[in-house]
């Protein structure tokens, strides 16, 4: 369980990015938050994780207090927690494997991850995991070869060999094409129904979250507006979450 309970983040600059926001996530959910640039979700995510400190309130997941924990605890919880960014976050220069295995250096030891040594029950899980996203034969090309969703297959194998009990997803397929988006969306959907993952993915969105998730959480202003099924949004719905200029095929 994921309990989000009068989160409050406010930047240096005196921009106020969440706003006395809660709710609760139950194992195994799919969550799209949804809204425009800047109403939060990002930062929101980032809190989760403590890629982000917030100003007040507080985050408990499986009965930790994500906000209260030690810096050396955080090592440890974000070994459980995957993250997806939107510009996938790797390595260009590096091969894909390499990339891959990254996602193993919150369990190796700080040496021999700067020596690039990985056993070898690594390397043929990171090789699986390339594989169940289907890129097993892209291995040992250098990720900058690679296309954009392909990268991004390569950033879902990397969170993959964390082990992860909950998957953030950050903007996962806005920079890809819509065929793209939906092969990224549906590997993500895999991982929540296959592996019983719990995924929070911040979408633009909505048609994307009618077809992927269970649940819609829509933030404006950094509020929460809308907590819900996807199909309860229609156009009323849909316009108080984007603005009343929201072109509406958005919701189709």
């Known amino acids: 369980m994921l309990i989000i309970e009068n989160l409050t983040k406010v930047y240096d600059n005196g921009f106020k990015a969440l706003d006395n926001v809660s709710f609760e996530v139950p194992d195994g959910q799919f969550v799209a938050l949804i809204g425009l640039s800047g109403s939060g979700k990002s930062t929101l995510l980032r809190c989760i994780n403590r890629l982000i400190e917030p100003t007040s309130g507080r985050i408990i997941w499986n009965g930790l207090d994500v906000t209260a924990i030690s810096d050396e605890e955080i090592r440890y919880l974000r070994r459980r927690i995957g993250f997806i ?15 891959v295995l990254a996602g ?50 390569v950033a879902i194998a990397r969170a993959l060999m964390q082990d992860p009990e909950l998957m953030l997803a950050d903007e996962p397929v806005a920079s890809l094409d819509p065929a793209t988006s939906h092969g990224v969306m549906k590997y993500l959907e895999g991982l ?14 909505l048609s994307l979250a009618r077809t992927y998730a269970d649940r819609v959480i829509a933030l404006k202003d950094g509020k929460l507006e809308f907590d819900g099924g996807p199909d309860e949004i229609d156009n009323e719905r849909f316009k108080e979450i984007y603005g009343e200029d929201a072109v509406e095929v958005g919701i189709s």
Not at 117 to 135: C, P
């Open 104 to 153: 193993r250096l919150g369990y190796t030891n700080p040496i021999f991850s700067l020596l690039n040594y990985f056993s070898s029950e690594d390397r043929a899980k990171a090789l699986a995991n390339l594989q169940r996203v289907g890129i097993g034969d892209q291995a040992f090309k250098r990720a900058s070869e690679l296309s954009g969703g392909q990268q991004q297959r």
């Open 192 to 205: 929540n129904k296959e592996d019983d993952l719990t995924v929070l993915c911040s979408l633009h969105f």
């Open 85 to 99: 960014f939107q510009q996938f976050n790797l390595v260009k220069r590096s091969s894909v494997m390499d990339n």
